[in-house]
């Protein structure tokens, strides 16, 4: 059973365009959510975090999260060549742990 | 200044041996961690050390040994390599453990290839 589930993708979008990207998690419990953005052969590196129901804006990143729905995503606005990697939710439970999903990979075409 | 550093960066073995990875950071940090990432991508938790005490010990074979020396370091020692522990090896690091509010920075990873 899968914890944190994510559209596989690819996600393709023209350059400027809104990159919407949706993730649910299992555990009721959970309790703080992150996007990871992984380019290729690279590591995981941290874009938003959110603890709250809500929008949070962080630049051209917005990330929402509805605990109700178990549903958190993050939008990408004015979407740039360089917006293209993998982004991986990640969600914690009372457990220290972070669970991540599969990844959702964006190209956005010049 | 490489905040997470991991060595080797490849490693290529045959099955059956046993080899070694090392992480350190320079953070401060009191977690750290060991993540797999297989060829889908997927990347979970193994192991995770909060001041050199082991705080997650993942569904992982006995063969992955971690050991921490202090807390700036984490290695990993893996014993009869399969072909199945073929992927790439991340270490990260964060603040504290606090249920995973602080942010883990992740070193540049380890792709392990076992023949």
């Known amino acids: 059973q899968k914890e944190v589930e994510q559209n596989s993708g690819p996600l393709s979008v023209p350059e400027g365009a809104i990159a919407s990207l949706n993730c649910t998690y299992s555990d009721r419990g959970s309790q703080s959510f992150f996007w990871y953005r992984q380019y290729s052969g690279k590591s995981p590196e941290l874009i938003m975090s959110?603890?709250?129901?809500g929008d949070k804006e962080d630049g051209r990143f917005t990330a929402q999260l509805n605990k109700a729905s178990q549903y958190v995503s993050l939008l990408i606005r004015d979407s740039q060549p360089s917006d293209s990697a993998t982004y991986l939710c990640a969600v914690t439970h009372n457990d220290y742990k972070l669970s991540f999903g599969a990844g959702t990979t964006v190209t956005v075409r010049a | 200044d490489t905040a997470v550093s991991q060595t080797p960066k490849y490693l290529v073995t045959q099955m059956g041996n046993d080899k070694s990875i090392k992480c350190e950071q320079n953070l401060g940090h009191d977690t750290m961690y060991w993540y797999k990432q297989d060829s889908k991508k997927f990347l979970k938790i193994m192991f995770s050390?909060?001041?050199?005490?082991?705080?997650i010990n993942e569904t992982v074979p006995n063969r992955f040994s971690p050991k921490s020396p202090d807390k700036a370091h984490l290695n990993l020692h893996i014993n009869s390599l399969e072909l199945g522990d073929s992927a790439v090896y991340f270490c990260?690091?964060?603040?504290?453990?606090?249920?995973?509010?602080?942010?883990?920075?992740f070193g540049p990873g380890t792709r392990l290839t076992v023949l």
């Open positions: 990260a690091s964060s603040l504290s453990p606090s249920g995973g509010t602080d942010t883990q920075y």
């Open positions: 959110i603890y709250s129901n």
């Open positions: 050390y909060n001041n050199k005490e082991l705080i």
